[in-house]
C-alpha cells in the first residue's frame, strides 16, 4: 500500500456568479488555470451553486444531469488539463423522476468523476427580522455520505446547511475522514452569527481540518452571500480566510497536525459508548 502524503496544497476559489452559465463556468475555469499555474495546488475547491445564481427559482432553469451535463464536462475537462483534483462547489442537479438536488462533484486529475454528494439537510429557515429561504420548495434531499481520497487522505463532503448537523460530521470522523469540505453559501443574518463558528465548532469536536468555499459577496444579487471561505485546523485554528469579493486562498495543509491533536486530546478513545454513540446504519 502507497505511504499516505503528509502535506496537500488547496486552493479556494471563491468566486461571483451571475445569471449566465456559460460565463460563471468560464470564470471558474480561468480561475483554475491561473491557481494551478501560479501555486500548483493538489486540490481546488469552487463554490455552492457557482454556475447559477442561489435561489430556489432558479435552480430548475439551471439544472444539468451529471455527469454529461456542460458544467460535469467542463470541470472534467479543467480536472485532465490541469492534473489537479477539483471538489466542483455544486450544481442544480437534474435527477431521476425529474428531482432536482444541490450536487457536489468531485473530479480527479484523470478527468474522472470520484464522488457525487447531494445536500441532505434542505436549508428551510425563518428567522424573524432575517431571512425566509426554504429550498425543499424545490429541491429534494441525499440519502448518502460521500467521500474520497488523496494519496490516502479520506476526505468528507457536507453542503452548507449540512455543517449545522454534527452527527453528520460525527460520522465522517468516525469513518476516517481527516477533512470535511464544505461548498457554502451563508447569508448576511447566519454569516456573521455562524459561519467561523461552526467551522471551528466541527473542527474541534471532529479533530480534522475543515474547508469552506463560499460564493463571493454580491449586493445586487436576490441572495446575498457572506463570503468569508476558510480553511480551519484540528485544533480550531484558522488558517486561510478570505474577505468578502472574489478571491483566491492557498494554504498547505499538514495532516500531521491531525495525528498530534488526536494523540494529546483523546476524546474519541474517552467516549462513554456505553452511554452513548453516533454510528453509521
Given at each position: 500500500m502507497a505511504k499516505a502524503i503528509n502535506t496537500l496544497r488547496l486552493a479556494l476559489?471563491?468566486?461571483?456568479?451571475?445569471?449566465?452559465?456559460?460565463?460563471?463556468?468560464?470564470?471558474?475555469?480561468?480561475?483554475?488555470?491561473?491557481v494551478v499555474k501560479d501555486h500548483q495546488p493538489h486540490l481546488i475547491t469552487l463554490p455552492e451553486c457557482f454556475n447559477c445564481p442561489y435561489g430556489t427559482k432558479y435552480f430548475r432553469e439551471y439544472a444539468e444531469q451529471i455527469p454529461d451535463g456542460f458544467t460535469s464536462q467542463q470541470l472534467s475537462k479543467a480536472a485532465l488539463e490541469n492534473q489537479v483534483f477539483i471538489v466542483g462547489g455544486t450544481i442544480p442537479e437534474l435527477g431521476e423522476n425529474d428531482r432536482i438536488f444541490n450536487t457536489c462533484t468531485v473530479w480527479a486529475p484523470s478527468g474522472e468523476l470520484i464522488a457525487k454528494h447531494r445536500k441532505m439537510h434542505l436549508f428551510d429557515i425563518d428567522v424573524k427580522g432575517g431571512i425566509r429561504f426554504k429550498e425543499s420548495e424545490t429541491l429534494s434531499p441525499g440519502n448518502e455520505f460521500t467521500t474520497f481520497?488523496?494519496?490516502?487522505?479520506?476526505?468528507?463532503?457536507?453542503?452548507?446547511?449540512?455543517?449545522?448537523?454534527?452527527?453528520?460530521?460525527?460520522?465522517?470522523?468516525?469513518?476516517?475522514?481527516?477533512?470535511?469540505?464544505?461548498?457554502?453559501?451563508?447569508?448576511?443574518t447566519t454569516g456573521p452569527l455562524h459561519w467561523e463558528l461552526l467551522q471551528r465548532a466541527r473542527a474541534n469536536d471532529n479533530q480534522?481540518?475543515?474547508?469552506?468555499?463560499?460564493?463571493?459577496?454580491?449586493?445586487?444579487?436576490?441572495?446575498?452571500?457572506?463570503?468569508?471561505?476558510?480553511?480551519?485546523?484540528?485544533?480550531?485554528?484558522?488558517?486561510?480566510?478570505?474577505?468578502?469579493g472574489e478571491q483566491t486562498v492557498t494554504a498547505d495543509i499538514d495532516f500531521a497536525i491531525v495525528d498530534q491533536v488526536r494523540q494529546q486530546i483523546p476524546v474519541f478513545s474517552q467516549r462513554r459508548l456505553d452511554l452513548y454513540g453516533t454510528e453509521m446504519k
Open positions: 476559489l471563491q468566486l461571483k456568479s451571475s445569471r449566465d452559465k456559460t460565463t460563471n463556468v468560464r470564470n471558474a475555469i480561468i480561475k483554475i488555470e491561473k481520497k488523496i494519496e490516502g487522505r479520506k476526505i468528507g463532503i457536507g453542503i452548507c446547511y449540512d455543517i449545522r448537523f454534527e452527527e453528520m460530521a460525527r460520522l465522517y470522523r468516525n469513518d476516517g475522514c481527516e477533512m470535511i469540505i464544505y461548498p457554502a453559501a451563508f447569508n448576511m480534522l481540518f475543515v474547508v469552506t468555499t463560499s460564493p463571493a459577496r454580491d449586493l445586487a444579487a436576490d441572495y446575498v452571500a457572506y463570503g468569508h471561505s476558510m480553511i480551519i485546523d484540528p485544533w480550531a485554528k484558522i488558517i486561510a480566510c478570505a474577505d468578502e
